[in-house]
């Protein structure tokens, strides 16, 4: 008892906390500092004591006074019973106040300075006590409200799943139509494979008749400059050489069935030369159906990457909700902190409140012996008081950090949720603009049909 971990209280501050905290109605007003000093009486502190276990215990006034039906007691041996259950009970209670040395002899004949510090352990206890349930219950409504906003961020987390895999899904009266487009567009992409291998054929036939084409255009030319060559070379002879008229006759006869081989050979090629053309112009025909299956199968193509994106948008969504989610986490446990902080703060706050209650008992003790030190002690409390203004400040401020904080994450929220609209609105685009491609894939597809 000599050493303790919790300062001796004086005697008024005893017995006002006592009346105020313990003891109720008569007995508060019956109560006096002259229970306790200079010579304690047995029986108010036994009532107290009584008062103190029914307030931490939650004991009944009556079960102090109850004792085994079986056992055999004389009457006059009753009075034992509650001094008993007291001391018993006060035992199990005051080493939780740093107490370990409670005796009997403490409630039979109690001494003046052992009751004092008995009591000072008990209010100092009840102090803590105080501060821890206020801490709780401060906790309990934080906790409460947390619990209610992680219920309603469940809750929109999973609506908000269902609503992404009612989106991804294909309903079942839509699963035929899908089914139907697919097994078009497959039977569209072997059409289109066949059709590539006829124009490559086609190109390659083509490449050949232009082959051919050019060489008789260059045997013509040739034989175009075989005939000026040979004109002027009958020139020149004519010129130099004069010849007889038989000659001449049958030259001239060589030279018209020359030309008029030249000519048939002409005319064939220029017959054939049209034909070729022609079939040119029909390939041109075929390549440009072609192109347009093919520009169809573009678009289809790149719907099928606009629905790859808006799946990677709505992924990247997700995402950032859980990110949102994480820190959600994170703002919670840094609120958990920054309570602590305040009831350390708290704590703090009350123990410079008791030391000022100290200072103004010492004050009122010695106020005529420290007339000349009021001012002084006038000083030092009003930087107390500063100290806990700044304290007050600091709190406010905690507050208003986490009151922007919660405003934060309702603003990302509200983000969140407008991007997920926006991702809804454009699925449903997406949705439209795929069953009008069906739809023109089929007409065209019947349009094919009937073409071939």
């Known amino acids: 008892m000599t050493e303790n971990t919790f300062p001796n209280c004086k005697v008024d501050v005893l017995v006002q906390f006592f009346r105020s905290e313990v003891l109720t109605s008569q007995e508060a ?16 502190i036994q009532k107290l004591y009584m008062r103190i276990l029914e307030l931490m215990y939650r004991i009944r006034p009556e079960c102090h006074y109850m004792m085994p039906i079986a056992e055999n007691v004389p009457a006059m041996q009753e009075w034992v019973v509650p001094i008993l259950h007291v001391y018993l009970r006060m035992c199990q209670f005051l080493p939780v106040c740093r107490i370990y040395d409670f005796q009997l002899n403490d409630l039979l004949n109690p001494k ?11 209010l100092n206890f009840l102090h803590f006590r105080k ?14 409200a947390d619990v209610d906003k992680l219920q309603a961020y469940t809750m929109g987390v999973k609506e908000a799943e269902w609503k992404i895999e009612k989106l991804t899904t294909i309903p079942p009266e839509q ?9 078009a567009l497959s039977e569209l992409q072997i059409t289109t494979a066949h059709l590539y291998q006829e124009v490559n054929a086609r190109n390659e036939q083509l490449a050949e008749w232009k082959m051919e084409i050019a060489e008789r255009s260059q045997k013509l030319t040739q034989s175009k400059v075989d005939v000026a060559t ?19 006759k049958n030259e001239m006869e060589r030279m018209k069935e020359n030309v008029k081989s030249i000519k048939l050979s002409k005319e064939r090629a220029d017959e054939r030369l049209v034909e070729l053309q022609i079939k040119v112009q029909g390939v041109n025909q075929y390549e440009a159906e072609i192109q347009r299956f093919c520009k169809l199968l573009q678009d289809l193509q790149s719907g099928m990457d606009k629905m790859n994106i808006l799946q990677e948008e709505d992924q990247t969504a997700v995402a950032f909700r859980e990110k949102l989610e994480k820190e959600l986490k994170n703002q919670v446990a840094e609120e958990g902190q920054l309570k602590r902080a ?21 004050r009122e003790q010695h106020e005529q012996n420290c007339i000349g030190q009021y001012d002084q002690v006038h000083q030092k409390r009003e930087e107390i008081v500063e100290q806990i203004q700044e304290i007050n400040r600091e709190a406010q401020q905690i507050k208003a950090k986490i009151q922007g904080l919660r405003d934060v994450c309702c603003q990302e929220t509200d983000k969140a949720q407008a991007q997920y609209d926006r991702l809804l609105a454009a699925l449903d685009q ?8 069906a739809v023109q894939g089929s007409e065209d597809i019947v349009k094919m049909k009937a073409h071939y």
Not at 175 to 182: H, P, R, T, V
């Open 342 to 362: 305040l009831g350390m703060k708290n704590d703090k706050m009350s123990k410079q409140q008791i030391r000022r209650q100290r200072k103004r008992e010492t």
């Open 430 to 437: 997406f949705h439209k603009r795929i069953e009008n491609h």
């Open 230 to 248: 040979l004109k002027e070379e009958i020139v020149k002879l004519k010129s130099q050489i004069v010849e007889s008229p038989e000659e001449l």
């Open 112 to 122: 003046a300075k052992r009751t004092i510090t008995i009591l000072s352990g008990i």
């Open 175 to 183: 699963q035929a139509e899908a089914k139907e487009l697919a097994a």
């Open 131 to 144: 501060l821890r349930l206020e801490m709780t219950s401060e906790y309990q409504q934080s906790f409460r």
């Open 29 to 44: 007003k019956h109560f006096t500092r002259n229970d306790i000093t200079p010579t304690p009486k047995p029986d108010a």
